[in-house]
């Protein structure tokens, strides 16, 4: 069974500092990376994706992609109180498989 | 641009009652749909999805079904509520490449 695994927190970060979220993947065949942030009460919405090993960066937001270690994380760069919400890791396995697997996700709470 | 909108937002229903929850898409044709539930403590499941009109499948045996009756639209049914159908479900649409966008979901809660 495809598992993906995140740390549940709480992590906690104070304002303007770097917060690293992370996740591991079973499914060696899986191709592609899916980061979300979901508020309390709201619906995931889709920060970035990722398909290739290495960095890719969108604004303070950099996800890093390691497919020999299974691994993929997000970096949050300058974090603000806003940034404070679960964060889901989902994975795409390979072929004509659509299907995501999710994480059950990491609560950041940036204080202030 | 694409925009996907789910009902009701809240639902307080009976155990044993019927249950129809509706999600539908604007702004792209012949997506790949999909129904997710999201318990309390738990990540989340997927239900159901769906490739085209008619065409569901299922991922988790349980008293929910879903339909396609249209290009853009997916439902979420029920004959009879279990209290362990209480959760916040979520309908996404999956573009080329199948990044997938969540509506903003329905809450339901079965007493």
């Known amino acids: 069974q495809k598992e993906v695994e995140q740390n549940s927190g709480p992590l906690s970060v104070p304002e303007g500092a770097i917060a690293s979220l992370n996740c591991t993947y079973s499914d060696r065949g899986s191709q592609s990376f899916f980061w979300y942030r979901q508020y309390s009460g709201k619906s995931p919405e889709l920060i970035m994706f990722i398909y290739s090993n290495g960095d890719k960066e969108d604004g303070r937001f950099t996800a890093q992609l390691n497919k020999a270690s299974q691994y993929v994380s997000l970096l949050i760069r300058d974090s603000q109180p806003s940034d404070s919400a679960t964060y889901l890791c989902?994975?795409?396995?390979?072929?004509?498989?659509?299907?995501?697997?999710f994480g059950k996700g990491t609560l950041l709470t940036v204080n202030p | 641009s694409q925009t996907i909108h789910q009902w009701p937002a809240t639902l307080v229903q009976p155990v044993g009652s019927p249950l129809s929850l509706e999600c539908t898409v604007e702004g792209t044709s012949n997506p790949n749909l999909y129904w997710y539930r999201q318990a309390a403590g738990r990540g989340l499941q997927l239900l159901f999805y769906s490739v085209g009109i008619g065409q569901i499948s299922s991922e988790v045996p349980q008293n929910l079904s879903a339909s396609r009756p249209q290009d853009r639209q997916f439902i979420l049914s029920s004959k009879k509520l279990l209290l362990s159908d209480s959760g916040f479900y979520l309908c996404?649409?999956?573009?080329?490449?199948?990044?997938?966008?969540f509506g903003p979901g329905t809450r339901l809660l079965v007493l």
């Open positions: 989902a994975v795409r396995g390979g072929g004509s498989n659509y299907k995501l697997t």
């Open positions: 996404a649409y999956g573009t080329l490449g199948e990044t997938q966008y």
